[in-house]
């Protein structure tokens, strides 16, 4: 499988408010390279300590950060309408993107999604529920800092990785989406 996974972690409940992005790139189901980088929001974006306490991304740990339009510009390439692009709750992480876009005034990103909380659910209905660490504890996957944007999409790659190994993937691209 190629693919690419992503993940974004943000200061507040406002989806553009983003502050970290993880991506990994998969080429023959190998890890082939990875991006990270925090991400400062606009002046006006409030981190709630909620969030910090999930992520533990303080407002001066993106100070000297670049903005979401910057970070952008590295990344589009990684968003088009023939690459899949996956994520471990992927509907937060694509609204996110799209928010963000929006916000900055960017052009829409057109790509393939994959969910891994939907693949896990389909198959593997017996664990206890299908968080990421839950997933990947069960399919004895590292997952080094949960919450860490990185640890997080390399998780969930390997996660989608481990099931188009088990089970074929077949079984996964009927639950591939068009943004």
Do not use: C
Not at 62 to 71: I, N, R
Request: cysteine-free; charged content about 20%; proline content about 6%.
């Amino acid at each position: 499988m190629n693919f690419i996974a992503m993940d974004f972690e943000t200061a507040s409940g406002q989806r553009h408010s983003a502050v970290s992005l993880g991506i990994a790139v998969i080429r023959d189901n190998q890890l082939v390279d990875e991006f990270y980088s925090l991400i400062k929001p606009d002046a006006d974006v409030t981190f709630e300590r909620r969030n910090i306490q999930i992520h533990g991304i303080h407002p001066e740990d993106v100070v000297d950060a670049p903005t979401f339009p910057e970070v952008w510009q590295q990344i589009k390439q990684f968003y088009t309408p023939e690459q899949l692009v996956i994520a471990h709750n992927a509907p937060f992480d694509n609204g996110v993107l799209k928010a963000s876009l929006t916000h900055y005034g960017l052009q829409p990103a057109h790509y393939l999604s994959l969910d891994t909380v939907r693949t896990s659910r389909k198959l593997y209905p017996q664990l206890p529920n299908h968080k990421l660490d839950t997933v990947s504890q069960a399919l004895n996957i590292d997952l080094m800092h949960h919450h860490n944007a990185l640890d997080d999409t390399v998780a969930a790659a390997q996660i989608l990785v481990h099931e188009a190994n088990e089970f074929g993937v077949e079984q996964i691209k009927p639950l591939v989406k068009v943004i």
